[in-house]
């Protein structure tokens, strides 16, 4: 089931609005909103609004691993994920670099980060 909900990630959107293009024609002018970004990349694990999904990916909202970083130390784990072997990994689930959407830019990133924090405000 995590798999599917995983794979669920990867059908996203970046901010120069190419869907699934890797390659792609990243003018970096954004064309979407943090909000969008999240929803079309990061809700199928994270929950709508970022109240999480129990057993597949932690609540965003008020979390203290949110919190503790700075705003590049949080694109910088996106980049990367996290694998399930990783220590730190206290759900055992994967949580795969770009949130499984090899499309999104490290601006895209960032957008999702600030929205991510405004949802804690």
Known sequence: ???GLVACACGGTSLNGSEDDPDGGDS????????ALYEANCAACHGEGGIGIEGVGKPLVKSEFVADLSDAELVDFLIVGRD????????????????????LTDEDLAVIVEYVRSLSR
């Not at 970096?28 to 909000?35: A, D, L, M």
């Not at 399930?84 to 499309?103: C, E, H, M, Q, V």
Request: net charge neutral; no cysteine; aromatic share 0%.
């Open 84 to 103: 399930t072997a990783d220590p730190l990994n206290t759900t055992g689930i994967l949580k795969p670099p770009r949130g499984g959407n090899p499309s």
């Open 28 to 35: 970096g002018v954004p064309t979407g909103s943090g909000e």
């Open 1 to 3: 089931m995590v798999v």
